[in-house]
């Protein structure tokens, strides 16, 4: 069965940079798109990044286009979300998500399509 875990978040300020990571166990990912996914208080949880399971493609939410970076090491079974310039706004409980590749990272950001997977989530806080 696969398994999600978050790492990396924390308290940074703001023009600041985190790198979290998605470690992955249980089954190998080579064949899983997988998506970052964040949810702040009162909020619902939004894609703003996926890619698929060869890194060929990958989707980004406007809100975070130019600022933060989705990457995968599929020989370490990991994927990554480097975060730069980081904003109040950004502030939120961020998730990785699995899905198997037939569907596409756009449609797995917006649509959450073929997600079958969540990791517990790591807290991201952005503050001064």
């Known amino acids: 069965q696969l398994q999600l875990v978050e790492s990396g978040g924390g308290l940074v300020h703001p023009g600041g940079s985190l790198r979290l990571s998605c470690a992955a166990s249980?089954?190998?990912?080579?064949?899983?798109?997988i998506g970052w996914f964040r949810q702040a208080p009162g909020k619902e949880r939004e894609g703003i990044s996926c890619?698929?399971?060869?890194?060929?493609?990958?989707h980004y939410a406007d809100s975070v286009k130019g600022r933060f970076t989705i990457s995968r090491d599929n020989r370490k079974n990991t994927a990554y979300l480097q975060l730069n310039s980081l904003r109040p706004e950004d502030t939120a409980t961020y998730y990785c998500?699995?899905?198997?590749?037939?569907?596409?990272?756009?449609?797995?950001?917006?649509?959450?399509?073929?997600?079958?997977?969540w990791g517990q989530g790591t807290q991201v806080t952005v503050s001064s």
């Open positions: 998500a699995a899905a198997l590749d037939y569907t596409t990272p756009q449609a797995m950001c917006v649509l959450k399509v073929g997600v079958g997977s």
């Open positions: 249980g089954v190998a990912l080579d064949t899983y798109s």
């Open positions: 890619i698929d399971s060869g890194s060929t493609k990958t």
